[in-house]
């Protein structure tokens, strides 16, 4: 069943709004039952209408519980401008709109109802009848009169308004004329309009009564409602108080649509204009003799509100008209607008106490005062509503205002503590402090106070990020100030001065000495929660900077020497590159040192490491260079803003400095450096890239002999070229320039293929065909080699199945290099691709060279039979060029070994290698082991292999690495 709620409660006491309600139902309730019948997913409506005038009325139509309600989903709409409808469950958008169009109109109805039966309902004791009807359960019930249809027809209204109502209206027209008003009232309802009908009515007394009635209907869903009025016809109806119905009901709906400021605005304005007032000012009680003003208008035009003290108590103590105001008194002239007369109307609130007033000024006295006192009676609570909550609203925005400022001020404080982590100078430190200040706080001054030897001194400039900020400044003399600086200093805590809007803020101790800052600020004081929180939180913050001070001393200096290290020659290039047109770095060690620490202990070698600084220092003495010590006996130096035959000359002069002889403990010897120099831009744009250059040089100079040997390219392995290339690896995986080939491997004893090969290529868009040894050894220093076993993996794991079909048998042999192998997750990454690609272990052989099992013997070991457990064979590559024990071999699952190309080349015309063929072919089986000889390319050396028992061949002589499209047609020839 519906639930149908007025409120506020005391209109609906005072207006009858029992039977709004009730007509309410009547508009939304066969509607909503048919809607819910039809619409299963449809769990319930509310419908919400708001009537400006009376407060808020508010109809709820629900087939479940509100908990219920809670869960399923709300789609919300408005309709006009007084009604806003809740669907509540899962609807579609066709069925949503399908809804709203249906209850729109009943809705715009509920939205107009209010006004109109306001203007109707004010007006109790004027000669008319006014009434209201409306079609409820198929029969015409009054919801309305005033008290002159008691004058009229002599009983009490109350028995004419219900359901159950004791009379009828229709009883007490004259028999003769019953018929034709029934007909007048049926002709009003089919057309709309408004009919005028006269008849004669049969009071108690028994007299009768010459009345004419005009007659509105209104039909909303198939039922009529009746907004009506009935007058004597010997009544004069140009009577004031017939004008006073049409000006108040106009007067209502003008208003009606307005609410906060707009509505005390439109209301004050509007009543001017009724009553024809030069002036007019409603003002709120905010205190004991303290008003406020929320209009003012002379001639309808605005003027700023204010607040002001009445001390005449009783001047708003009760009504007062025509008071005559004192043209000499400026604040009367100000108040009232120099008009002679002005009126005062008390509003009261619902408890009878007077919360406001309506004050009213003109030059002449005004008329229609009960007019005027019925309009105050009738909206003052109303108006004193709409008060409260402007009231309300403009605190509520004065917190917002507090809020979004203390949250900017947060923001702000928040953002700079996390930029003085990273601050590594006291001077940018109190200058981020003195911006982030000036940003989250309206100041009107700022000024850093610093206590130096027992007097307060006031810098005098604007602080900049600059070490000697605290030089230039004033003796603060003022003993005001001084004591206020004095208790921040011995306390430690924030110092607020009230009167001046003044605080100061002790930072705490700097390399100038103690600082105390002062900030004046344009408005009130911040909040003092935030202000502390900021303090305790800049207060640690700058003690962090001396501890990272300390640290970062530590971290960027040699323990040894007190040079800079390594971090610390980083550091210096990133600061000074950017602003260089050219400079250069050198690099140097020391030549027999290894032997000179062997030989006289590392206190000797340390002592000989520490006379390096000084001796640079004394031989460059008055240069602008950076020197540190990067480990061990190597050093290097940076000289920003030097031509590149500077620096050679400068290299030369450290060479010849260094070589001088040393006396250490009576000792006296004699070292040379051999140094290597980089020169920037040419060399590097980074300091990283110099620092590889040069070492290039310097190992270049150490192997020569050349006391300075420059960078070129040609001293170079890693060429810029092929690191350019290597950063291309990612997009020539995504755009396919890598491609898998695939050689293979034919058995000596059968003469058919007996596995395939796996090898990447690289066909590059600009350098064309790169080899492997161009970019598989660079790759292998990064994640790329990685990605290219990954690629090789997968494409071998792809093909394996198809060309099994044909050769059951079949292997297929990946490289696996020691950067991969060495993963401990290895394993497992190899068994989920098998699961991934349904490949048995059996058909994949892991290729590894001498070296992989080098790096870390026990754990290539624990992986290898990892590798073995899930059926993988592993193949020993290059055998025979590496430097590890034999030992391995009894070790591991090997299946076979393959003989490095080097060896089977020289096969036919160099006796050693024919010697270490065969011996590592007969090693082999007699350890269980297959052989693969690398590299065959003619007849002649394939027949000498076979007959030392080679058992696998591969090389050009069978067949040249082959494309995937390729391999099936190979297959089927030689299987």
Known sequence: MPNTKLLPQSFASDLGWSEVCRLAESLFQANIEKLQKDRPALVGVVVFATSFVTGRLEISYRSTSADQLSNVTCHDYSVGEFTQIQLYGELSLAEIEEIQSSLEFSASVLGRYPHQQMGIRTISNIPSIIYHAAELDGKWTLLYANEALTEMFGFPVSQFIGRHAKQQAIDFIHPDDRSSVLTGYSFARS????????????????????????????????????FSE??????????????????????????????????????????????????????????PKWWATWLIASQAVKEPNFHFRETDEQLYAKPRWDIATNPKDEFTKLLYGGYRYFSVLPIQDEHEQISAALVLCADTPIGNKEYISNLIKLFGVRVLREITQCESKERQEQQNKLLTRQKHQLTQLVTLLGELDNVSDEAEFLSRCQHSFQSAFELSELEWLLWDSGDWLRCKKQLIPNKYWYKETVLVTEPTEISYLDHCRRTDELTAVKNTQQLYWPVGRSHAGFLVLRLKFCQSLPDEEVIQFSKNAIHLALQGLSQRKV???????????????????????????????????????????????????????????????????????????????????????????????????????????????????????????????????QHGADGHELLRCADVAMYASKSTGQPVTQYNTDLDTSTPHKIAVLSELDEALKSGQLSVVYQ????????????????????????????????????????????????????????????????????????????????????????????????????????????????????AIEIINSLASL?????????????????????????????????????????????????????????????????????????????????????????????????????????
């Open 191 to 226: 057309t709309r309009n408004e009919v005028c009908l006269s008849y004669r009515i049969i009071d108690q007394e028994g007299k009768v009564r010459h009345v004419s009635e005009k007659v509105n209907y209104q039909k909303v869903l198939g039922r009529y409602q009746s």
């Open 230 to 287: 009935i007058w004597e016809k010997n009544a004069d109806k140009n009577d004031q108080a017939f004008n006073v119905l049409d000006q108040l009901e106009d007067f209502t709906h003008d208003i009606s649509l307005q609410t906060g400021q707009e509505f005390i605005n439109h209301f004050g304005l509007r009543i001017g204009q009724l009553v024809n007032v030069d002036r007019v000012i409603l003002c709120s009680k905010t205190k």
């Open 551 to 681: 640290l970062r001393r530590q971290a960027m200096r040699d323990s040894l020497t007190s040079l800079g290290n390594r971090s610390q020659l980083h550091a210096w290039m990133i600061s000074s590159l950017p602003s260089q047109t050219q400079s250069a770095l050198m690099l140097f060690d020391l030549n027999r040192f290894k032997e000179i620490n062997d030989s006289f202990g590392h206190q000797f070698g340390d002592k000989l490491l520490r006379e390096i600084g000084p001796r640079i220092d004394q031989s460059l003495r008055g240069e602008t260079y950076y020197l540190s010590r990067l480990g061990g006996d190597e050093f290097a130096l940076f000289y920003p803003n030097i031509s590149r035959g500077g620096a050679l000359e400068k290299a030369a002069m450290l060479h010849e400095a260094l070589a001088q002889p040393y006396v250490i403990d009576q000792l006296t010897f004699q070292v040379e450096a051999s140094v290597g120099v980089s020169f920037f831009p």
């Open 744 to 859: 293979p491997l034919m058995d000596t004893k059968s003469g058919q293929t007996g596995g395939l090969e796996a090898l990447v290529r690289w066909q590059h868009p600009e350098f064309g065909y790169l080899s492997p040894a161009e970019f598989i050894p660079i790759s292998e220093m990064g994640e790329g080699i990685r990605k290219i076993t990954d690629f090789v993996i997968r494409d071998a794991f792809s093909n394996i199945n198809h060309w099994r079909e044909l050769v059951p048998e079949l292997q297929v042999s990946v490289n696996i290099s020691p950067r991969v192998l060495l993963n401990q997750n290895f394993p497992q990454y190899i068994e989920a691709l098998l699961e991934e690609y349904n490949v048995d272990g059996h058909s994949i052989v892991m290729e590894l060279t001498e070296s992989t099992l080098l790096v870390d013997p026990g754990r």
């Open 871 to 975: 059926n993988i064979e592993v193949e020993i590559d290059d055998f025979g060029t590496g430097y590890s024990s034999l030992s391995y071999l009894k070790q591991l699952p090997i299946s076979a070994l393959k003989i490095d190309r080097s060896f089977v080349a020289d096969l036919l015309s160099d006796a050693s290698d024919e010697v270490i063929v065969s011996s590592t072919i007969k090693m082999a089986h007699s350890l269980g082991l297959k052989t693969v000889a690398e590299g065959v390319e003619d007849e002649v050396t394939l027949v000498r292999l076979m007959r030392l028992g080679c058992d696998i061949i591969q090389g050009f002589y069978y067949a040249k690495p082959m494309p995937v499209n390729q391999v099936w047609a190979w297959l089927e020839r030689n299987r």
